[in-house]
């Protein structure tokens, strides 16, 4: 079952031709929906995305550089969910790709969880803010970077919540090419027979991996289908329009008896034209001049 | 009659989940049924099929939502399948999760390689902040289980099949650092120094046969206990024969030999070789030259056994 939250939210169908790289790029599109105001709240998460990417430029601009695209691509993702999940401690966002550790310092920076500034010190000596994110840092709760391990913990604090009688939520924001773990799927398995409906999966589906294009290196066919035949509800959403995914996190969890997968494409480096869409984004380190000019443009 | 570690773990821990609501038994579909735990508290076990990552994983969700988790696998599967998720939710996060796993050692005797386990120390007491230990007989591993509970502190239990030894006694609520077994033993003699269900068990058979030789029993096996342990030992006695079901590398022997500079200590343990035949555990123990004629062998030639080397066989398991 595909879960229509708003008009935002829309098939693979209407989706895949805007994405570059994609299979079925350039085929034909359905009308565009009508143009609408966003509401104030979807434009302050706008600003604190441009904020937060503009911190992820920076942060390859120190000596370690960082995952550029990918921080970029979860982006809108992660503003959303952690403003879902900021004022309530039942709900944890736990970022599987850990990888882009530069887009969760950058976004709970930008939303207000994280006081410190991770600019500075990202990647540096005596700091917390390593490559891949731990639990001694302020607002993380579990260790990832070792791809897959960030859906069972999800899975956990979510089955947790059920235990105690609460209505949190478990969102677990997963790359589409850590989907090639088999420990993601082992933990479908489980969530689904557990019926562990407040558990929300969320795929950066940005085509990327660090050796190239996921489509050539391990295709993902029928992606929701194979969701749906795990036993989750699936949405598929433009992963870039938080209002959107601010309105999936919303959804009243209390009633279902499934866990969603929501499918959330993206464009690998989104907002910076230069890197968009390209592979080598997976990794960049850049110098300040160069940040200086990106921080210009990024939108 | 006493229970096996397996049996005594589920009834202990399904006594504790009545007065403590934070106790959760994660099993991945080697509980068997009529688990008492899922009987008593249907509510709070969860079969989560054959997927111990998954499992170790979740449990260290549950663990930050404020509960207890037990899980439950065989020690090849625990250990070394899930070995990353124990190192990063039992070592770096810290979860209070407690893995108890059987079919340690060979103990799974005809069951072969795929389900043994000799290199669980090595593994599990290479990750800091885990309590790791190996009881022998249900009054240990009852005290263990609740020591888990209490504390909710990251632990690793190994324990074996179906043998069911008597625990060797102690005073005080819990196992000692060191339980001394030393009736009838004298000074300046070769001090045995036994781990788990099968290297206790052969350091008693050796007993029986000289009863002056001293034998230092060691249930916690992490690496605070084991600093703690030498020093204790060494207070003692010069030269230790370390009795364990594990390989060499990364065991408690080489472990202790580095914590007793200057001491002299030997290892019995199960070598290098792969168990490929079937057999009982007793066999298979044999095959791999763990049994009583190598620890006399150890012995040898500070101690000698007073009628040549006696091959006592170990506790009859039954065969469920």
């Keep these: 079952m595909t879960t229509a939250v708003d008009r935002s939210v829309r098939t693979a169908s209407l989706l895949t031709p805007l994405i570059a790289g994609r299979p079925g790029a350039g085929t034909a599109t359905a009308p565009p929906a009508p143009p609408q105001a966003p509401d104030p709240r979807t434009l302050v998460l706008r600003e604190r995305a441009l904020t937060a990417r503009r911190a992820v430029i920076d942060m390859a601009a120190t000596p370690t550089g960082c995952h550029l695209g990918g921080s970029l691509s979860v982006t809108d993702i992660l503003i959303a969910a952690l403003d879902r999940t900021a004022d309530d401690p039942d709900s944890e966002v736990v970022l599987s790709k850990g990888h882009a550790a530069a887009g969760l310092y950058a976004a709970m920076h930008a939303t207000g969880i994280l006081t410190e500034d991770p600019v500075p010190h990202y990647g540096a000596a005596s700091h917390h803010f390593t490559g891949h994110p731990g639990p001694s840092v302020e607002g993380v709760r579990f260790p990832t970077g070792s791809l897959g391990h960030g859906a069972p913990y999800a899975l956990g604090w979510a089955l947790s919540r059920r235990l105690s009688g609460r209505r949190g939520l478990g969102i677990a924001v997963l790359g589409d090419g850590e989907l090639q773990e088999g420990l993601v799927w082992e933990t479908f398995q489980v969530a689904a027979a557990q019926r562990v409906s407040n558990l929300v999966v969320v795929v950066d589906r940005n085509g990327g991996q660090n050796d190239g294009m996921v489509a050539d290196i391990s295709p993902q066919p029928e992606l929701a289908a194979r969701f749906e035949a795990f036993g989750f509800e699936t949405a598929e959403v433009d992963g870039h329009d938080v209002g959107a995914l601010r309105a999936l996190f919303d959804t009243d969890r209390a009633e279902a008896d499934r866990p969603l997968a929501v499918l959330a494409d993206t464009v690998k480096g989104k907002g910076l034209r230069p890197v968009e869409g390209k592979a080598a984004s997976h990794y960049v380190t850049i110098d300040a001049a160069r940040a200086a000019a990106w921080k210009r443009i990024v939108r | ?320």
């Design chain 2, 1 to 320: 009659m006493t229970l096996a570690g397996r049996a005594a773990y589920r009834d202990e821990l399904t006594q504790i989940a009545e007065y403590d609501p934070r106790i959760l038994c994660l099993e991945a579909d080697l509980g068997g049924k009529g688990h008492p735990f899922a009987v008593k508290h249907p509510d709070r076990f969860f079969n989560v099929g054959i997927a111990e990552g998954a499992m170790v994983d979740m449990a260290a969700g549950l663990a930050e939502g404020g509960y207890r988790p037990f899980v439950s696998t065989f020690a090849p599967f625990a250990v070394l399948r899930a070995a990353e998720s124990m190192k990063l939710a039992l070592g770096y996060l810290g979860a209070g999760i407690t893995v108890v796993a059987p079919y340690a050692g060979v103990s799974g005797g005809w069951f072969g390689t795929t389900h043994h386990c000799l290199e669980d120390f090595a593994v599990v007491r290479a990750i800091p902040g885990v309590t790791v230990a190996a009881p022998y007989g249900e009054a240990e591993m009852r005290a263990v289980v609740r020591r888990a509970a209490v504390t909710g502190e990251p632990h690793y239990i190994r324990t074996g099949r179906n043998a069911a030894p008597l625990s060797l006694p102690w005073v005080g609520p819990e196992p000692p650092v060191v339980n001394w077994d030393v009736h009838g033993a004298e000074p300046d003699r070769t001090c045995l120094v036994s781990v788990g269900e099968v290297g206790t068990e052969l350091c008693l058979a050796v007993r029986r046969s000289l009863p002056t030789l001293p034998h230092a029993h060691l249930c916690y096996l992490d690496q605070p206990h084991l600093e703690r342990a030498a020093a204790e030992l060494a207070e003692h006695y010069d030269r230790f024969v370390v009795v364990e079901e594990h390989r060499q590398a990364g065991g408690i022997a080489s472990a202790l030999a580095l914590l007793l500079p200057g001491r002299e200590v030997s290892s019995v343990n199960a070598g290098e070789s792969w168990p490929v035949h079937g057999g009982s555990h007793e066999q298979v123990l044999d095959e791999l030259g763990l049994n009583e004629a190598a620890v006399w062998a150890a012995l040898a030639p500070h101690e000698v056994p007073p009628h040549g080397a006696p091959a006592t066989p170990l506790e009859q398991e039954d065969t469920e």
